[in-house]
């Protein structure tokens, strides 16, 4: 049974067997009519004060037993406070997670993958599990010694296609410079709103943060270099088929580069395409993956068709693959 104190000595810690670890104390004289997220504060000074008011909206702090809800409750002196300090949810995203990748490649350095739409690649806010680096740390034990798991490129989460990872230190450093060298080739297919009347063009223009808006990128003059190739597959109906090519790695780069052009990518809310052709995601699939193998110096080359919602909407195009 946990000795009671007050909060003078200190909080008396407890760690139960899920892992999670409790404070309770008394509250002294000297707390009597205090708000209650004062006195937690001085139980978990390490942690922030709007951490600490989630746990309390959560129900992981009771008083003398029960869940105590506001953090302006005043807390009256010989009360028991007790309170679970849950992690942060970022503290608690790099966790195993037994998620079915699909594989198109694997040995001893690295993997290659097909990544569904919907899948997000690295824990963030909105999305601390349930990732791509959680099922690779619970696919193979070495992923656990690697910097983000091995992942050395993202593919946003509604774009569908292939992805290399690695699994070794020395396969993640070469594949890192490689791409940083533009060594890596990365193709994709996309569907865009309007009939691009040109056979093939690029797109040279930088990428940067929006100024208008945190979430999304935008070509702007102080970003950083961005390049992508586009050639035409079909068009018609107002809409085109298109595959790109990237010479750098942008967040949103093909996205951000067809929008700046007037063709947002069909279903690509956040730059302006609107559903279209059956299609309520981003029409963006990587298709085809060409690299050199960082140990072995074999030429690696992969290309994978497009999930079903997007494979009807490029035939629907009249497009071939």
Known sequence: MTEERDYREGPVDDEAEDGVERRAQVAAADWHAQRLDKLLVAMAPEFSRSHLQGLLERGHVRIDGTPARAASQKVRAGQRVEVELVGTEESRAFRPEAIALSVVHEDEHLLVIDKPAGLVVHPAPGHWSGTLLNGLLAHHAGALLLPRAGIVHRLDKDTSGLMVVAKSLVAMTALVRAIAERAVQRRYLALCHGEIDRAAFSVDA????????????????????????????????????????????????????????????????????????????????????????????????????????????WRELGAGF
């Open 206 to 313: 930088p990428i940067g943060r929006d100024p208008q808006s945190r979430v999304r990128m935008a070509v702007v003059a102080s970003g950083k270099p961005a390049r992508t190739d586009v050639e035409r597959v079909a068009a018609r109906d107002g809409f085109s088929a298109v595959r790109c090519t990237l010479h750098s790695g942008r967040t949103h780069q093909i996205r951000v580069h067809l929008a700046s052009q007037g063709h947002p990518l069909v279903a690509d809310a956040l730059y302006g395409g609107a559903p279209a052709l059956g299609m309520t995601r981003q029409a963006l699939h990587a298709f085809r993956l060409g690299f050199t193998h960082p140990v072995s110096g074999e030429t690696m080359a992969f290309e994978i068709a497009p999930p079903a919602d997007f494979a009807r909407a």
